[in-house]
């Protein structure tokens, strides 16, 4: 017995396209052909093409089958290589679903990045889509810090900060800026890889720099953004005081 392409096609449950793939990328041997140039599938080719399209029901990549099956015999490595990324996709998919409940329910949020949940109440939406972009700058540890870091803050000057309109007066600037600042401080005394990030970067030093500067300017106004320059320098200025005031102390 003998089949054509698309006899064996259907047979196996594929498609002619499907069954010419295989043979290009060398996991189907090219049949006999008969004298008028058709092609002659025989039992062997009928068996390998269900095995073939067994292994791909299971996810199994193209360039592996050969690696897990070869002549009738099974590579455990290569089979456990295939479980372990199966794993690794299930619990994907399933910390999907659970967000999607949770969003479902109304105790998630969609505009901060995955563990914010608890904090985003505390942030702004400037301020969530901030972290959002920090989560594409920074690695997860970096990340956690800046969750502690929003859970433990002052709620005060953060209120008065996002309530900052763009022609706030000089005194409500400097003023604003000068309660800040402690806040400021006391982040860089606690995660000093503020000032120094670079071993907590998932991109370059250029592009972090670049696109945390054009984000600044996106999401605040003139007088927010003048506020944490101002702050910023008070807060660098209390802590080299700091720094010479405990150097004295250990001279």
Do not use: C
């Not at 025989?42 to 067994?54: D, E, G, M």
């Not at 199966?86 to 994907?92: D, F, N, Q, T």
């Not at 972090?208 to 927010?224: C, D, F, G, K």
């Amino acid at each position: 017995m003998a089949w054509s392409t698309r006899e064996i096609a259907e047979l196996a449950g594929t498609t002619v396209n499907t069954v010419r793939h295989y043979h290009q990328v060398g996991l189907l041997e090219q049949p006999d052909r008969m004298s008028n140039g058709y092609k002659q599938y025989q039992v062997r080719h009928l068996v390998r093409l269900l095995k073939i399209r067994r292994l791909r029901d299971l996810d199994v990549p193209l360039d592996q089958i050969d690696e897990v099956t070869l002549d009738g015999h099974s590579s455990s490595e290569a089979l456990r290589a295939i479980d372990a990324d199966l794993a690794m996709s299930i619990e994907r998919l399933q910390r999907a679903r659970a967000e999607i409940q949770a969003i479902l329910q109304g105790s998630s949020v969609t505009g901060v990045p995955a563990g914010f949940e608890d904090v985003a109440p505390r942030l702004s939406e400037p301020d969530q889509s901030l972290m959002l972009i920090y989560s594409q700058l920074y690695d997860h540890e970096a990340m956690q810090d800046l969750r502690t870091m929003i859970r433990e803050d002052p709620e005060s000057p953060g209120r008065e900060f996002d309530a900052l309109a763009p022609d706030a007066d000089e005194p409500a600037r400097a003023e604003l800026a000068e309660r800040y600042a402690p806040t400021i401080a006391k982040a860089l005394r606690d995660y000093p890889w503020l000032t120094e990030p670079g071993k907590h970067l998932s991109k370059s030093v250029e592009v972090t720099r670049n696109t945390v500067v054009e984000s600044l300017a996106a999401l605040y106004n003139p007088a927010q953004l003048d506020v944490l320059a101002r702050a910023s320098a008070l807060a660098g200025v209390a802590l080299a005081e700091e720094q010479v005031t405990a150097g004295k102390q250990t001279s």
